[in-house]
């Protein structure tokens, strides 16, 4: 399973900005770039999505840039991800993998969509609960954290 380029320099962004939101600095597409290692063309693509799913706003001018909208601990990653790529499975997953057919051939006994719905929830039930502000500590920190996180068990 893997995430976007554009989910991971996404949460990226908005995490350097989130760093300054007390401070209210805002962040230009160069800096942003410059910081995270990535193209000022993809940075201002990121960008406009975050703002267009209403996590960024944007000022011109000479002090102008990229702030959060909102408090870093009311921003969950869940809708950041979501507003970003989507998610991993959702109700368009089969249609778009039904290979030459309209409709796939397992589409009324499918025992991988199941799996499918397992995973897409056990990341919902992490990403759900999970804020910016949570990620904005110290990576260790955040590792030793007992996030009760959900088991995926296969039933035999």
Request: hydrophobic letters at 40%.
């Amino acid at each position: 399973m893997k995430f976007s380029a554009t989910e991971e320099y996404g949460l990226r962004c908005l995490l350097r900005i989130a760093k300054f939101y007390e401070v209210e600095k805002a962040f230009t597409i160069p800096e942003i770039s410059k910081a995270e290692g990535i193209s000022e063309h993809n940075a201002g693509k990121i960008l406009r999505t975050l703002r267009i799913g209403g996590f960024l706003e944007s000022s011109r001018g000479q002090i102008g840039g990229y702030m959060l909208t909102r408090p870093p601990e009311q921003i969950f990653v869940g809708e950041v991800l979501i507003a970003l790529g989507g998610k991993l499975f959702d109700d368009e997953f089969c249609n778009s993998h039904a290979g030459v057919f309209d409709i796939c051939t397992n589409s009324i006994d499918c025992s991988v969509r199941s799996l499918w719905k397992k995973i897409q929830s056990a990341v919902d039930s992490v990403v759900s609960s999970m804020t910016l502000k949570d990620l904005m500590g110290n990576e260790y920190i955040f590792e030793s954290q007992n996030l009760n996180l959900p088991q995926i068990t296969t039933s035999s």
